[in-house]
């Protein structure tokens, strides 16, 4: 009878490192799927931002990034330019200036665009519809680029073509008239 306990007692200490192993995976995969559901609940909560950022709909967002990417632009990014388009849209709207004028005031109307055309539109349905504007009216691809500050709106402070440009007293670049390339 000692030979037939043994095998039950071999059986019976096989099962319970069989239950600590499983138990120890399950804990394992219960730790690993929190952490996927806590990543993917952040990564739902980014969109969500950069969406509200670039007045867009996640969905249209998560669309207009995956384009996006293929030319090296990330999520943030885009939707920081789609912010861009949005609030220069905006200032142009208020003030009938901005960095917008020049395309609201030369481009636009060979077109029969007008700002307020823009005044509602999503960002990307801005962006969208101010790249259409600019290919309807015949400009080149240094024209747009020029036109959009090089980098699609994002106007560089240190490019003296710039209108965002400021020179060291403050007053505004080019568009002023009071300051020279030299001065920043």
């Given at each position: 009878?000692?030979?037939?306990?043994?095998?039950n007692?071999?059986?019976?200490?096989?099962?319970?490192?069989?239950?600590?192993?499983?138990?120890?995976?399950?804990a394992?995969?219960?730790?690993?799927?929190?952490?996927?559901?806590?990543?993917?609940?952040?990564?739902?909560?980014?969109?969500?931002?950069?969406a509200?950022?670039?007045?867009?709909?996640?969905?249209?967002l998560?669309?207009?990034?995956?384009?996006?990417?293929?030319?090296?632009?990330?999520?943030e990014?885009?939707?920081?330019?789609?912010?861009?388009?949005?609030?220069?849209?905006?200032?142009?709207?208020?003030?009938?200036?901005?960095?917008?004028?020049?395309?609201?005031?030369?481009?636009?109307?060979?077109?029969?665009v007008?700002?307020?055309?823009?005044?509602?539109?999503?960002?990307?349905?801005?962006?969208?519809?101010?790249?259409?504007?600019?290919?309807?009216?015949?400009?080149?691809?240094?024209?747009?680029?020029?036109?959009?500050?090089?980098?699609?709106?994002?106007?560089?402070?240190?490019?003296?073509?710039?209108?965002?440009?400021r020179?060291?007293?403050?007053?505004?670049?080019?568009?002023?008239?009071r300051?020279?390339?030299d001065?920043?």
């Amino acid at each position: 009878m000692a030979s037939a306990a043994s095998p039950n007692t071999r059986l019976a200490a096989f099962a319970r490192r069989a239950g600590l192993a499983l138990g120890a995976a399950a804990a394992a995969a219960t730790a690993s799927l929190g952490l996927t559901v806590r990543s993917t609940a952040e990564s739902a909560a980014q969109i969500r931002q950069f969406a509200h950022v670039a007045n867009a709909t996640p969905e249209a967002l998560q669309r207009w990034s995956a384009g996006a990417r293929t030319v090296g632009i990330e999520q943030e990014k885009l939707a920081n330019i789609l912010k861009d388009v949005n609030d220069r849209v905006g200032d142009f709207l208020q003030t009938d200036g901005g960095p917008m004028a020049d395309f609201f005031e030369n481009v636009a109307p060979r077109v029969r665009v007008t700002a307020d055309q823009f005044a509602r539109l999503s960002g990307p349905a801005a962006l969208q519809l101010y790249v259409d504007t600019l290919e309807r009216a015949g400009l080149s691809q240094q024209e747009m680029t020029l036109l959009s500050g090089g980098d699609g709106l994002g106007h560089d402070p240190a490019d003296p073509a710039s209108e965002q440009w400021r020179c060291r007293d403050g007053a505004a670049g080019p568009r002023s008239g009071r300051c020279d390339p030299d001065c920043a």
